[in-house]
T-cell receptor, first 112, second 117 residues
Framework: DQQVKQNSPSLSVQEGRISILNCDYT??????FLWYKKYPAEGPTFLIS???IKDKNEDGRFTVFLNKSAKHLSLHIVPSQPGDSAVYFC???????????WGAGTKLIIKP | DTGVSQDPRHKITKRGQNVTFRCDPI?????LYWYRQTLGQGPEFLTY????????KSRLLSDRFSAERPKGSFSTLEIQRTEQGDSAMYLC???????????????FGPGTRLTVL
Protein backbone atom coordinates (compact mmCIF):
# COMPACT_ATOMS: atom_id res chain seq x y z
CA ASP A 1 0.00 0.00 0.00
CA GLN A 2 1.54 3.27 -1.13
CA GLN A 3 1.86 5.76 1.70
CA VAL A 4 2.73 8.63 -0.63
CA LYS A 5 0.73 8.99 -3.82
CA GLN A 6 1.17 11.16 -6.86
CA ASN A 7 -1.89 10.37 -8.92
CA SER A 8 -0.92 12.26 -12.06
CA PRO A 9 1.80 10.44 -14.01
CA SER A 10 2.24 13.46 -16.26
CA LEU A 11 1.27 17.11 -16.59
CA SER A 12 1.63 19.46 -19.53
CA VAL A 13 1.71 23.23 -18.95
CA GLN A 14 2.25 26.21 -21.19
CA GLU A 15 5.42 28.19 -20.60
CA GLY A 16 4.75 31.18 -18.34
CA ARG A 17 1.70 29.61 -16.70
CA ILE A 18 1.44 28.05 -13.26
CA SER A 19 2.29 24.37 -12.76
CA ILE A 20 0.58 22.63 -9.86
CA LEU A 21 1.79 19.20 -8.81
CA ASN A 22 -0.16 17.27 -6.21
CA CYS A 23 0.73 14.69 -3.61
CA ASP A 24 -1.36 12.79 -1.06
CA TYR A 25 -0.19 10.80 1.92
CA THR A 26 -1.87 8.38 4.27
CA UNK A 27 0.23 8.43 7.44
CA UNK A 28 -0.58 11.29 9.80
CA UNK A 29 2.75 10.68 11.58
CA UNK A 30 4.70 12.10 8.64
CA UNK A 31 6.16 15.38 9.83
CA UNK A 32 8.41 16.56 7.03
CA PHE A 33 7.85 16.66 3.30
CA LEU A 34 10.19 17.27 0.41
CA TRP A 35 9.99 17.80 -3.33
CA TYR A 36 12.72 16.56 -5.59
CA LYS A 37 13.24 17.13 -9.29
CA LYS A 38 14.85 14.54 -11.54
CA TYR A 39 16.26 14.87 -15.02
CA PRO A 40 16.98 11.75 -17.12
CA ALA A 41 20.27 10.02 -16.27
CA GLU A 42 20.70 12.10 -13.11
CA GLY A 43 19.88 11.53 -9.47
CA PRO A 44 17.03 13.45 -7.81
CA THR A 45 17.80 17.04 -6.85
CA PHE A 46 16.31 18.60 -3.74
CA LEU A 47 13.91 21.41 -4.54
CA ILE A 48 11.96 22.56 -1.50
CA SER A 49 10.66 21.17 1.78
CA UNK A 50 8.06 21.88 4.41
CA UNK A 51 7.65 20.94 8.04
CA UNK A 52 4.27 19.81 9.33
CA ILE A 53 4.14 22.83 11.64
CA LYS A 54 3.81 25.08 8.60
CA ASP A 55 1.24 25.26 5.84
CA LYS A 56 3.32 27.11 3.25
CA ASN A 57 6.95 27.48 2.25
CA GLU A 58 8.18 29.61 -0.60
CA ASP A 59 11.48 29.73 -2.46
CA GLY A 60 11.59 31.89 -5.54
CA ARG A 61 9.27 30.48 -8.18
CA PHE A 62 8.50 27.43 -6.05
CA THR A 63 5.89 27.27 -3.30
CA VAL A 64 4.80 24.21 -1.38
CA PHE A 65 1.44 24.12 0.40
CA LEU A 66 0.55 21.60 3.08
CA ASN A 67 -2.99 20.74 4.15
CA LYS A 68 -2.59 18.41 7.11
CA SER A 69 -6.28 17.76 7.62
CA ALA A 70 -6.58 16.56 4.02
CA LYS A 71 -3.15 14.88 4.08
CA HIS A 72 -2.36 16.71 0.89
CA LEU A 73 0.47 18.83 -0.37
CA SER A 74 1.07 20.64 -3.60
CA LEU A 75 3.98 22.26 -5.39
CA HIS A 76 3.32 25.44 -7.35
CA ILE A 77 5.77 26.65 -9.97
CA VAL A 78 5.14 30.10 -11.34
CA PRO A 79 5.98 31.12 -13.94
CA SER A 80 6.81 27.78 -15.52
CA GLN A 81 9.94 27.67 -17.65
CA PRO A 82 11.17 25.10 -20.20
CA GLY A 83 13.97 24.06 -17.84
CA ASP A 84 11.33 22.95 -15.35
CA SER A 85 10.50 19.98 -17.57
CA ALA A 86 11.47 17.00 -15.43
CA VAL A 87 10.00 14.32 -13.17
CA TYR A 88 8.94 15.68 -9.78
CA PHE A 89 8.87 13.44 -6.74
CA CYS A 90 7.11 14.07 -3.48
CA UNK A 91 8.72 12.43 -0.45
CA UNK A 92 7.77 12.17 3.20
CA UNK A 93 9.87 11.67 6.28
CA UNK A 94 8.21 9.96 9.23
CA UNK A 95 10.72 11.33 11.72
CA UNK A 96 13.99 13.24 11.78
CA UNK A 97 16.08 10.17 11.17
CA UNK A 98 16.54 8.29 8.03
CA UNK A 99 14.49 7.03 5.19
CA UNK A 100 12.30 8.97 2.84
CA UNK A 101 9.09 7.48 1.50
CA TRP A 102 8.54 8.49 -2.09
CA GLY A 103 5.68 8.93 -4.49
CA ALA A 104 5.89 7.52 -8.01
CA GLY A 105 6.59 10.90 -9.56
CA THR A 106 4.86 13.26 -11.99
CA LYS A 107 6.45 14.07 -15.32
CA LEU A 108 6.08 17.80 -15.98
CA ILE A 109 6.29 18.99 -19.57
CA ILE A 110 6.52 22.72 -20.21
CA LYS A 111 5.37 23.62 -23.70
CA PRO A 112 6.95 26.64 -25.40
CA ASP B 1 32.76 19.79 -2.73
CA THR B 2 31.95 17.79 -5.83
CA GLY B 3 28.68 16.30 -4.62
CA VAL B 4 27.81 12.63 -4.29
CA SER B 5 29.53 10.39 -6.82
CA GLN B 6 28.77 6.81 -7.79
CA ASP B 7 30.75 4.29 -9.74
CA PRO B 8 30.12 2.71 -12.17
CA ARG B 9 27.33 4.62 -13.87
CA HIS B 10 26.22 1.56 -15.80
CA LYS B 11 26.73 -2.14 -15.21
CA ILE B 12 25.60 -5.01 -17.39
CA THR B 13 26.05 -8.47 -15.95
CA LYS B 14 24.87 -11.99 -16.47
CA ARG B 15 22.50 -13.66 -14.06
CA GLY B 16 24.35 -15.33 -11.23
CA GLN B 17 27.32 -12.98 -11.23
CA ASN B 18 28.28 -10.73 -8.31
CA VAL B 19 28.42 -6.96 -8.69
CA THR B 20 29.70 -4.19 -6.44
CA PHE B 21 28.86 -0.50 -6.57
CA ARG B 22 30.66 2.34 -4.88
CA CYS B 23 29.33 5.61 -3.47
CA ASP B 24 31.38 8.59 -2.33
CA PRO B 25 29.23 10.98 -0.29
CA ILE B 26 29.71 14.68 0.30
CA UNK B 27 32.74 14.79 2.55
CA UNK B 28 31.27 16.25 5.74
CA UNK B 29 28.04 14.24 5.58
CA UNK B 30 27.73 11.60 8.28
CA UNK B 31 24.66 9.86 6.90
CA LEU B 32 24.63 7.72 3.78
CA TYR B 33 21.65 6.03 2.18
CA TRP B 34 21.10 3.47 -0.56
CA TYR B 35 17.90 3.41 -2.62
CA ARG B 36 16.68 1.36 -5.56
CA GLN B 37 14.51 2.81 -8.30
CA THR B 38 12.66 0.94 -11.02
CA LEU B 39 10.95 2.47 -14.04
CA GLY B 40 7.91 4.53 -13.22
CA GLN B 41 8.44 4.35 -9.48
CA GLY B 42 9.98 6.52 -6.85
CA PRO B 43 13.15 5.45 -5.07
CA GLU B 44 12.74 2.67 -2.49
CA PHE B 45 14.83 2.78 0.64
CA LEU B 46 17.33 -0.06 1.06
CA THR B 47 19.62 0.85 3.92
CA TYR B 48 21.32 3.69 5.74
CA UNK B 49 24.50 4.39 7.67
CA UNK B 50 25.36 6.90 10.28
CA UNK B 51 29.12 7.16 10.09
CA UNK B 52 30.29 3.53 9.79
CA UNK B 53 27.28 2.00 11.54
CA UNK B 54 24.53 0.45 9.44
CA UNK B 55 21.45 1.46 11.40
CA UNK B 56 18.55 0.30 9.27
CA LYS B 57 17.89 -2.21 6.53
CA SER B 58 14.73 -2.54 4.48
CA ARG B 59 13.00 -5.86 3.95
CA LEU B 60 13.86 -5.27 0.28
CA LEU B 61 17.48 -5.96 1.16
CA SER B 62 17.64 -9.74 0.80
CA ASP B 63 20.53 -11.88 2.01
CA ARG B 64 22.15 -11.49 -1.39
CA PHE B 65 22.64 -7.78 -0.74
CA SER B 66 25.29 -6.40 1.57
CA ALA B 67 26.40 -2.84 2.20
CA GLU B 68 29.42 -1.51 4.02
CA ARG B 69 30.84 1.82 5.01
CA PRO B 70 34.11 0.76 6.60
CA LYS B 71 35.61 4.09 7.59
CA GLY B 72 32.50 6.21 7.65
CA SER B 73 33.35 7.72 4.29
CA PHE B 74 32.65 5.84 1.04
CA SER B 75 30.22 2.95 0.90
CA THR B 76 29.89 -0.18 -1.21
CA LEU B 77 26.78 -2.14 -2.12
CA GLU B 78 27.33 -5.72 -3.24
CA ILE B 79 24.76 -7.96 -4.87
CA GLN B 80 25.63 -11.64 -4.98
CA ARG B 81 24.17 -14.13 -7.45
CA THR B 82 22.32 -11.43 -9.36
CA GLU B 83 18.83 -12.09 -10.69
CA GLN B 84 16.97 -10.38 -13.50
CA GLY B 85 14.69 -8.76 -10.92
CA ASP B 86 17.70 -6.89 -9.56
CA SER B 87 17.80 -4.75 -12.70
CA ALA B 88 17.21 -1.20 -11.51
CA MET B 89 18.84 2.15 -10.81
CA TYR B 90 20.74 2.09 -7.53
CA LEU B 91 20.92 5.51 -5.94
CA CYS B 92 23.14 6.70 -3.15
CA UNK B 93 22.43 9.80 -1.07
CA UNK B 94 24.07 11.56 1.83
CA UNK B 95 22.98 14.05 4.42
CA UNK B 96 24.20 15.82 7.50
CA UNK B 97 22.40 15.26 10.73
CA UNK B 98 21.74 18.63 12.27
CA UNK B 99 22.10 19.62 15.88
CA UNK B 100 19.53 17.95 18.07
CA UNK B 101 18.66 15.48 15.34
CA UNK B 102 17.18 18.08 13.02
CA UNK B 103 16.58 16.79 9.54
CA UNK B 104 18.62 17.88 6.58
CA UNK B 105 17.79 17.08 3.00
CA UNK B 106 19.42 14.18 1.24
CA UNK B 107 21.72 14.85 -1.70
CA PHE B 108 21.74 12.20 -4.39
CA GLY B 109 24.37 10.84 -6.69
CA PRO B 110 23.69 10.12 -10.39
CA GLY B 111 22.99 6.46 -9.71
CA THR B 112 24.28 3.16 -11.07
CA ARG B 113 22.04 1.52 -13.63
CA LEU B 114 22.24 -2.27 -13.33
CA THR B 115 21.06 -4.55 -16.10
CA VAL B 116 21.02 -8.28 -15.41
CA LEU B 117 20.77 -10.41 -18.54
Amino acid sequence: DQQVKQNSPSLSVQEGRISILNCDYTNSMFDYFLWYKKYPAEGPTFLISISSIKDKNEDGRFTVFLNKSAKHLSLHIVPSQPGDSAVYFCAANPDSNYQLIWGAGTKLIIKP
Amino acid sequence: DTGVSQDPRHKITKRGQNVTFRCDPISEHNRLYWYRQTLGQGPEFLTYFQNEAQLEKSRLLSDRFSAERPKGSFSTLEIQRTEQGDSAMYLCASSLRGRGGAYNEQFFGPGTRLTVL
